[in-house]
């Protein structure tokens, strides 16, 4: 999976896991939903705009990163 789509992935999972809609985690965050909405169809995201979104999700960045998502294996880019 590229990075892009793992960072994704992480993002809907802390949502769901924080019963939280992308909409809500975007407002929480102060970044537009729409960066969120389409960083699927990205090939980059900011490092400012993930630490924005781990503001809307309550989580720390390092925890962020805390996921088998992130494992080398898993990772094709």
């Known amino acids: 999976m590229r990075l892009v789509d793992a ?3 992480r993002i809907r999972e802390l949502a769901n896991s924080c019963d ?5 985690v975007a407002r929480d965050g102060c970044v537009p939903y ?10 980059t995201v900011k490092l400012s ?4 979104v781990c503001e809307g999700l309550g989580v720390r960045l390092k925890d962020f990163f805390d ?6 294996e ?4």
């Open 7 to 9: 960072v994704y992935e």
């Open 20 to 24: 939280k809609s992308l909409y809500k």
């Open 67 to 72: 996921s088998p998502l992130f494992d080398e």
């Open 49 to 52: 705009t993930l630490y924005a």
């Open 34 to 43: 729409a960066t969120i909405a389409t960083m699927k169809r990205s090939s």
């Open 74 to 77: 898993n990772i094709t880019d």
